[in-house]
Nanobody, 124 residues
Framework: QVQLVESGGGLVQAGGSLRLSCAAS????????MGWFRQAAGKEREFVAT????????YYADSVKGRFTISRDNAKKTVSLQMNSLKPEDTAVYYC?????????????????WGQGTQVTVSS
């Protein structure tokens, strides 16, 4: 059984920064790619960022490229999302997810374990 627990969300002004963390349980964390998704109120959940099992490859949604950075620490079983230059349109519940595979993917259907989400609110 895999459990993912996000933390680090909160309220921040536009232009500010937040760092989200996701702690994973389970012995096979390092074998799988990890991803971050988000869901704004009234909208469908969307892909944000993903990182390969080794951390050697990452991929971002165009909307966050250059502002967000995903990273992982396999020894600590954590994946993080550093969010800089935040905009009001970044407001959403952010979810950490574990991929079924080792390589990066932006497809929600390729993720099988999800955290409960953490709220990020960016005020203008």
């Amino acid at each position: 059984q895999v459990q993912l627990v996000e933390s680090g969300g909160g309220l921040v002004q536009a232009g500010g920064s937040l760092r989200l963390s996701c702690a994973a349980s389970g012995r096979t964390f390092s074998s799988y790619a990890m991803g971050w998704f988000r869901q704004a109120a009234g909208k469908e959940r969307e892909f944000v960022a993903t990182i390969k099992w080794s951390g050697g490859s990452t991929y971002y949604a165009d909307s966050v490229k250059g502002r967000f950075t995903i990273s992982r620490d396999n020894a600590k079983k954590t994946v993080s999302l550093q969010m800089n230059s935040l905009k009001p349109e970044d407001t959403a519940v952010y979810y950490c997810a574990r991929s079924k595979y080792s390589s990066i993917s932006s497809r929600e259907s390729e993720y099988d374990y999800w955290g409960q989400g953490t709220q990020v609110t960016v005020s203008s």
